[in-house]
Every structure is written in structure tokens, then in C-alpha cells.
């Protein structure tokens, strides 16, 4: 158990368009989702942390404006880049996490995630 | 603000040879994750270390975190090319999230 699948797993659009990546949990509820971007050759770098309901929490120097989440149920959560630009162009992946037992010690699972290309 | 460091950043070894990655962290950390990644894919979870001194071994893997909770590694015995990608260490911060190192790239030559 524990599947997470995001769609679209690569997607080209051209820029100035908004492009929005689903993440879901296949076979358990997420009560937080994360979304992590990630750089060629560089590490994860979380974006934010989507809670099923509420409003994410973002992390420091990422626009909550550009980068709009939504977790409307406890299987889905969804990253929307608006106005897409070049620099937008990464590798984005979301992963869950089961329970509610708060702090990162119920493991994270990982999708596979998308890569966006903006041209 | 919370560092997370790994070393070597890339690593080279015959197929058969032994290898360890470390991980270290500034702070102390409430758990230690450790993931593969394959260049350009999702992460796969090999193993969650919490307790100081904690050991896990998966098949040719075995991590530790040290009894301070700073410092994890990551050993890896008799490689072999399957054991090639990226790994991760994720520290728990106690905020509910992960916050990665900075990769090590294995490669394993047949």
C-alpha cells in the first residue's frame, strides 16, 4: 500500500500559460501533503505543505500567488504554476503522509513526479 | 537555519566494493530518512532512523544515526549496479516537514 500518483508526469506549455499538477494518494488519506521542487542535479526543495481544508503553508521566497495549492480532499491536492515562465521549468513532486500524528515521523511517500517545461 | 550536509557528493565504485554516504546535520534531529532517487524520478523511502544509536539493515543496506542524532550514514555492502541513482537523506525538523541534504550520486561500474 501507500501509492501516490501525480499527473501529468511531463508537460510543455508555452509561456504565459498556467499548468496545474495533481497529486494523489491512491490507497490511504493524506491529511498533509507536501510539494517539493527539485533543480537538475540539486536536491529537494520544499515548497510547501498542503493540509486537507486549509489554507498551505509555504515556505520562505516562494509565491503563494504563482504557485496556488489546493487540497480539497484527503486523496487529492493540486499545484497550479500561473503564468508559467522559463524559469518555471523543473521537476516538481509531491508526496503524502498518512495519519495525523503531526511532525514528519509518519513517512512521506513520494510520487514520481512531473516535469514541466515552459518554452 | 538547519543545514543538511552529505558527502561525498558523487561516488564511483567497482561493482562488489563497499561504500558509505554520510549525512550531517547542524542540528539535532527528530528522525533521519534516507531515499533513492533515480535521475529525473520519484523518491523510493529505504529507511527511517529516530532513535540516537539506531541501526537498520534492508538486504545490502544498512543506515545508522549516531547517538547525538546529527550524523546518519548510509553503507552499502558488496554493490552493485542496481544500487546506481541518487540518495537522499530528509531530516525531520520537528515542523512537520523534511528538509533534504544534497544528494550523492552513485555510480556503480560493472
Known amino acids: 500500500g501507500a501509492v501516490v500518483s501525480q499527473h501529468p508526469s511531463r508537460v510543455i506549455c508555452k509561456s504565459g500559460t498556467s499548468v496545474k499538477i495533481e497529486c494523489r494518494s491512491l490507497?490511504?488519506?493524506?491529511?498533509?501533503m507536501f510539494w517539493y521542487r527539485q533543480f537538475p542535479k540539486q536536491s529537494l526543495m520544499l515548497m510547501a505543505t498542503s493540509n486537507e481544508g486549509s489554507k498551505a503553508t509555504y515556505e520562505q521566497g516562494v509565491e503563494k500567488d504563482k504557485f496556488l495549492i489546493n487540497h480539497a480532499s484527503l486523496t487529492l491536492s493540486t499545484l497550479t504554476v500561473t503564468s508559467a515562465h522559463p524559469e518555471d521549468s523543473s521537476f516538481y513532486i509531491c508526496s503524502a503522509q498518512k495519519g495525523t500524528s503531526g511532525g514528519a515521523l509518519e513517512t512521506q511517500y513520494f510520487g514520481p513526479g512531473t516535469r514541466l517545461l515552459v518554452l | 537555519s538547519q543545514e543538511l550536509e552529505q558527502s561525498p557528493q558523487s561516488l564511483i565504485v567497482q561493482e562488489g566494493k563497499n561504500l558509505t554516504i554520510n549525512c550531517t546535520s547542524s542540528k539535532t534531529l527528530y528522525g533521519l530518512y534516507w531515499y533513492k532517487q533515480k535521475y529525473g524520478e520519484g523518491l523510493i523511502f529505504l529507511m527511517m532512523?529516530?532513535?540516537?544509536?539506531e541501526e537498520k539493515s534492508h538486504e545490502k543496506i544498512t543506515a545508522k544515526l549516531d547517538e547525538k542524532k546529527q550524523q546518519s550514514s548510509l553503507h552499502i555492502t558488496a554493490s552493485q549496479p542496481s544500487h546506481a541513482g541518487i540518495y537522499l537523506c530528509?531530516?525531520?525538523?520537528?515542523?512537520?516537514?523534511?528538509?533534504f541534504g544534497t544528494g550523492t550520486r552513485l555510480t556503480v561500474i560493472p
Open positions: 532512523l529516530q532513535k540516537g544509536g
Open positions: 530528509g531530516a525531520d525538523t520537528g515542523a512537520n516537514n523534511l528538509f
Open positions: 490507497d490511504f488519506q493524506a491529511t498533509t
